[in-house]
């Protein structure tokens, strides 16, 4: 154990905050010791980034007090966060592709020398620190030259080269592989034997057991449990996140396939990424399409949607052939869930409210003119419906937690009763109790005879929700399977083009 583990760098006191009247943080008490991974968890909407953004300044707390090294410290903004030694890696990194490592990390706050850039002594400095922290990098790589684990390091250096004495890591893995992952957890140790505390959050419990000194769970704005690290046990863990015991009813498959009601794709071609894709989608059912990246599987559901234009094929509906325009697909009952909620899904500058009801004003208006009345009805029953939290139809989209956009991008589309929805890793970054909400909105669906055709990279996913599974690869389909007739090796085995009959590979 590292000499300074016991030492309390940060100390958060009763914290509270509210958003139009509804409060969010409930005297939160929270700390955080040098040398130590303190994760954090909790489902989406627990209070988690709230908490975060009043630690680092984003947000202003409405009661409480912070502590630094115990001394009582206002934080107003980043730059004061900063200045106690606080620092925070995103999920989307900030550095600037073109840029030097070297350059990256001291934009903003370049060395000078008789008044011209003194770029010697940075990138001695940047070396410095390499060596120091044993990273594997270098001063002068251009960072769209690097991979995403080399990128995260920098990130890393940039946050050290300003004296960081604690670094809050949100969803650190989220654009890793696993090898990638494994350095960035190597980073962490090394951080960590230097004294440095890690905020680490993340919604994968392998991870948090892997790393993490103590673990905190937040749920409902309150803090539910605090767990040292043998006492980390993902059953206990989740239950201590959503309240309950997670339902497995997601697990039972459609009562019935609705043969009149169908998609069909015949010889779909797009580009180089689409080759004569062939396949039939039914109501009732969930069609889960797996593959591995680049193997044409969001390529493949934007062509059924209309967002790209395919170059060659047909796609029907029940038999008659469908549009390539959104508006008149939208208008037939299609929904899209892209991959991207943050550039493709959400519209972060609107409220929760407009962001669900943007895509029906075809039903909310008369004469041209939206009824305001509906509008507001329509945004609070789907709201309810889905729950969506804070249950705040007036606030800012940007300030809902993951989980929570991808509920209000759902919600857009399941307050319409669509014929079919398609869905891009509609679970990517969300907890698992949000997870098996959706599960269970997406089943329910389905059962309405709606056709549901989703694309996951979470093999665990696909085997639990799916009736029947498409494997992509090389743009094409390369295998079929069943509910109960399939494993998670199998299709990564079948991802990676090799046929397995009853789990094994031929």
């Known amino acids: 154990m590292n000499e300074n583990e016991s030492r309390v760098f940060l100390e958060a006191k009763g914290v509270y905050k509210q958003f139009d009247g509804v409060e969010v943080l409930h005297g939160v008490d929270f700390d955080v010791k040098y040398g130590e991974v303190h994760a954090l968890m909790g489902e989406n909407g627990a209070g988690k980034s709230t908490l975060i953004k009043i630690i680092t300044g984003v947000f202003t707390k409405d009661a409480g007090e912070i ?215 039914y109501g009732g059912e969930v069609l889960g399409i797996g593959g591995l990246v680049g193997s044409g599987r969001t390529e493949l559901i934007r062509c059924i949607y209309g967002a790209a234009k395919r170059s060659g094929g047909t796609i029907m509906l029940d038999g008659k052939p469908m549009s390539q325009s959104i508006r008149k697909n939208i208008r037939n009952g299609f929904g899209y869930v892209p991959e991207d909620r943050r550039v493709e899904g959400l519209i972060p500058q609107l409220t929760t409210e407009k962001n669900i009801t943007v895509a029906s004003y075809d039903r909310l208006a008369k004469a041209s003119l939206v009824s305001r009345k509906k509008e507001i009805a329509w945004a609070d029953r789907a709201i309810k419906d889905y729950d969506i939290r804070p249950p705040i139809r007036t606030l800012n989209s940007a300030n809902l937690s993951g989980g929570n956009q991808q509920k209000t991008i759902l919600g857009r589309w399941l307050s319409r009763d669509p014929q079919m929805l398609l869905l891009d890793e509609p679970t990517v970054g969300v907890d698992v109790g949000v997870k098996m909400d959706l599960y269970g909105l997406l089943r329910e669906l389905a059962e309405k005879g709606a056709i549901v055709i989703m694309v996951s990279s979470d093999l665990a996913e696909l085997v639990l929700l799916s009736d029947r599974i498409l494997v992509m690869r090389d743009g094409r389909f390369f295998e079929e399977f069943t509910r109960g007739n399939v494993t998670q090796e199998a299709i990564l085995l079948a991802a990676s083009g090799v046929h397995t009959k009853e789990g094994i590979a031929l």
């Open 67 to 281: 502590y630094i090294e115990g001394n009582h410290v206002e934080v107003h903004n980043r730059q004061d966060a900063r200045n106690q030694g606080i620092q925070v890696i995103y999920q989307e990194l900030s550095l600037i592709p073109a840029l030097t490592v070297t350059e990256n990390i001291f934009l903003g706050a370049e060395s000078t020398k008789f008044g011209l850039m003194d770029k010697k002594s940075m990138k001695e400095r940047v070396k410095s620190l390499i060596e120091h922290y044993g990273f594997d990098l270098e001063p002068d790589a251009v960072v769209e030259t690097m991979g995403m684990a080399k990128r995260q390091m920098a990130e890393i250096l940039k946050a050290l080269a300003f004296q960081a004495k604690l670094i809050i890591m949100d969803e650190p893995t989220s654009s890793l592989s696993a090898a990638e992952s494994e350095k960035l957890f190597d980073t962490i140790d090394s951080l960590r034997n230097r004294g440095v505390g890690i905020l680490y959050i993340s919604h994968r419990l392998e991870e948090v057991y892997r790393l993490s000194d103590r673990l905190t769970v937040m749920r409902d704005g309150n803090i539910v449990g605090i767990l040292k690290k043998g006492e980390i046990e993902p059953r206990l863990v989740t239950s201590m996140m959503i309240g309950r015991e997670v339902s497995g009813e997601a697990e039972q498959g459609s009562s019935k396939r609705y043969e009149n009601h169908y998609l069909e794709v015949k010889n779909l071609s797009y580009g180089h990424m689409l080759k004569d894709v062939n396949f039939k989608a």
